[in-house]
């Protein structure tokens, strides 16, 4: 079977590598537009905040000996009547089937100035690619001040990685508070002033009108609600639009996404697939990689397995949660998060708003599953909550208890008692289960020192932690004459190392 | 006359000290003894091991089934003919491989070895293995080909004190082994100690107070853990560059394959917040040689092994390690942390299905001359590699299958994955001998018990968890008619028609066993009793009488052809049998400290089973909760496999999504009833310790009898 990939990317690349192990007679080709190969673009935002290394971008591909692999180098033309694709060095490669997954591309958005006919002005930039991000860190030595257009997620990671190198940077964003998509009003204030804190200054409710240059080089912009802001950089970070040019051209029904089927084919051409950012299925398009890899396994379990590509609801991990990868501002979201519709389902969505020290927390539980969480500044919390919701693990009776967890130390058994506060019948050394109430015994009976306790209770032979516990306790319990003589009746020794 | 010996029960083999008691109740008084390993400690298992030799129903004449299902006792020469003649039957019928040999990582070095030689020699089949298999496979498979060498710690256990870290994944040791924890002191004090474990163990309690810390992943995700601190070393500029480069290949496979393992990504899948993940990957790293630290380990234990993904999992530890350069240098290294008595040298001379003395493997034609020339046999009379123990048990009694099987130092029933399968598997043998101190739950279903010596009871050699080869020396003598395998094997081989080598004092069986280990990566050849109770500090390869021994491995390069460590690219996946709607919660299992493995031994002590006496299952408060089962309640537990009940034991220890069941029992309580019998590809490790499970309470009387 020949198969035709369009798209070498964090996808593309992962189904090739499973498609060639799972079905090793299948001659696959790999068309990639980018030079590098596939690289961890989920990444590039920290590589601008200079927690990542660019070359920790490089992804794992496909052994070149096991599929034809064609990086810098784009397909044209697909011709669905002969089964071909022609590349952009006019050679034409056959298929059986295609799987198109050329992901999505920067949506730039229509700013006066920020372009001529030679491309974006010196100092715009947007952030999809690896050249982007090294355009940007090329400017970063000389640059003070810098406006990031855009609170979705990647505006929120560049704009605090570049607040954390130390640039002055305003965040601008068009609708009325960040995130709006995950975040409702109370979750969206608390990130806005944790993202005050971390240096960047939040403009909403505003777009970027104009840039300002002076001699080619953006030197500031002009903002819808009339200010001006001096600028260094503009990083447009105003969301994707997925690849569908080539699709569209070949007669395959596109919408914001190609169109796919639940088995990820085209409803136009059982042949042609298509995978990842570039595919609008059924359930909707994430722009999640997790969403890109699920569709990539299931599409090879398919075609290997003869099953369907479809969704099981019954296996499926929820591959919906949204994760702000930014020092300092904690934002998770799955599922319902935001101003959600109800629609008709039972919900309890239970919520805790605690903005003085910057914790916001909704879960929203419907017939003993999570199915939608917001957390702003409380890691543990989220990771918690994204574990379950992703296993689809019963949530406790009461779901406040997913917020609010027990003070560790509340419960009696988890209390770090003085060892001298203990009851009788506390267990003092676990090793060889010795209670408080035999060792005070021993020490009754005339053990004066650790030793002593040991010889007659056991007690810190093992691992020999509850040294000091029983130290306390002779301390504790002994006649003060005693304490300082030694027993003398330890065990005998044998040679140290005697086999 | 006072005798030094070692313990009984697991691989620290804490040293001891026998007193012999005439006329008393127990023949010996134990004490702990000085020893780099233990340092005089015991743990309550040890204390009370000299009950083990006087176990009310302890074997003391060869038993044979009835035809009323019942047993009898028979002297040894009939219960030897009877076993020596169905064999020879057996094989002569179905062929040699009709037979089948299962042992023990408890057994000492010398019966590991008689047992290797009696299969491939006297019985001359294929198919041998052993329990070691669901113990160490997956931690020996990753060392073998990343390191070209599999010793354990490799490095002696107190090296550990002078650590600026040391990371533990899956190892619970402060319950299972307490006088290691000794060795964590110095680590502790800095703040160093770094426990993976989806509960709070006592082990992960070491963390607190700023001792360390603890992670604690979704069961089934330590392999995430490790490719994300992988993802942050390299991410972060943290690695050994000038060690990557001079001493390791497959860098750059590693890179690309940590790529996808950011910590944010990792954190959805394991649970544990990216920021902690980070904040782990800098402690580790600051600790190591390349970043001024005083040095780092890493450790494994069953909880990242007994996977599917076991093998990977050990090989992403052992990843992390080079990428920190921490192996092969004084002061740093990895080990998996070994579990049975003698799960190291049993796994080196020849009772793993494709192994001879020497950790040689059956299929390389220079092992076999060279074996085969010690053994005064043919290289081609030698068998080929057999199966491993998951697949052997399913095979028994199976047409074409073994029709008989000897099973040596082990209880299956109760240990092995999936235990109801088991027991269906050796009811359809024609013949099972069991060889034991103990009716245990396996022995019960045997044709032919064989009554064993143990521990106090005989002379030999163990190798510790260090890869030390230590001294089990005789105490008393053994009671009523138990003897040692060693002589068992012999008197079964002369009946088979091969009437030498196989002698029955364990100090030639050594000398035989040094020799065709002559070598071999494990190479015991200048090992000799007398300079073994002379004192010496022996840790393997020891090649040549002159050598010293070799404490700490790899210095001065890695047993592999090019002589670099392996970095090997691995990939995480979800547990073979993960959670769902109609079995939505995650069970591990373990073991508790008053217990040792399938509890044939601890159980028939006293103290031990007052201490814990039967099954339990621990869970959270909130998950009790939320299925309306209270403290001491009986619930009934549900996977694939099958069901077992247990009482709840309520603990803020587990996470709510979790709970965990201790697998020392047998019957309705056994844990093993539910675990899932998938083994990995590599290693052949089955997954023990991750599968989904539905609880509910246990029905009543009352309700099943309407």
Redesign the interface.
Known sequence: MNVVVIGHGMVGSRFVEDLVARMPDARVTILGKEPEGPYNRVLLSAVVAGKTDASMLAMSAVDPARASVLDGVHAVHVNRAARTVTDSRGDVHEYDRLVIATGSAARIPDIQGIATDRGLVPGVSVLKDLADAQGVLARLPKARRAVVLGAGVLGIEVATGLAARGVAVTLVHHAGRVMERQLGDAAAGIATGALHQLGVKVVTGASVAGALERRGTLTGVRLTDGGEALTDMLVMCAGTIPETALARRAGLPCERGIVVDAQLASPADPRVFAIGDCAQPPEGGTGLVAQGWDQARRLVDAWCDGETAAIDQAKAGLTDVVRVKASGLDVVTMGLSGKFDHGDRELRAVRLADPSVGRFVEVVVSNGLLVGATVVGDKQCASELAAMYTRAIPVPADPAHLIVRPLAGASPAAAAKNVEDLDDDATVCQCNTVSKGRIVAAIGDGCANVADVAQATRASTGCGDCRTNVQRLIEAHAAPAATTTDSGAAAPRIPALAG | M?V?THCPYCALQC?Q?LHPTPGERLPVEV??????TNR?????KG?TSAEVLRASDRLTAPLLRTADDGFREADWDEALDLVASRLSALQEQHGRDAVAIFGGGGLTNEKAYALGKFARVALRTRLIDYNGRFCMSSAAAASNRALGMDRGLGFPLADLAGADAVLIVGSNM??TM?????HLAGVRERGGLVIVDPRET?TAK?TRDGQGLHLAP?PGTDLVVLLALA?VV????LADQEYLEERTTGLN?V???V??W?P??A??????????LRETARVLAAASPSHGGRGAYILTGRGLEQMSQGTAGVTAAINLALLLGLIGRVGSGFGPVTGQGNGQGGREHGQKSDQLPGYRMITDPLARERVAGVWGVDPDSLPGPGIPAVQLLDALGTPGGPRALLVHGSNVVVSAPHATKVVDALRRLDLLVVADTVPSETAMLADVILPVTQWAEEDGTMTNLEGRI??R?KAVDAPGEARSELWILQQLATRLGVPTGFPTAAGEVFDELARASAGGKADYSGITYDR??A???LLWPVPGAGHPGTPRVFLDGFPTPDGRARLI?VDHH?PAD????DA??YLITGRV??HYQSGAQTRRVA?LAA?QPGPFVEMH???A??LAVAEGDAVRLTTARGTAEASVRL??DTR??TVFMPFHWAGKGSANRLTNDATDPISGMPEFKVTAVAIAPAPTREAVAR
Not at chain 2, 31 to 36: M, N, S, T, V
Not at chain 2, 234 to 237: F, K, N, Q, S, V
């Open positions: 006072t030094a040293a000290t004490a702990g003894r000085e020893f780099p005089g400690g015991l743990c309550q204390w402060a319950a307490p006088p290691f924890v000794q006592v070491l979704v993802h390299l991410a972060e500029g496979e890179r690309r394959a790529a996808a950011w944010e990504r954190e959805g899948i394991c649970g544990i917040p990216a920021e902690r230590i001294r020396r073994l109770d004192g010496e500090e690219p979800a993960d959670v769902r709607a939505p919660i400290l008053q103290e201490a408060p909130l998950l909760d939320s603990s803020e709510p999504d």
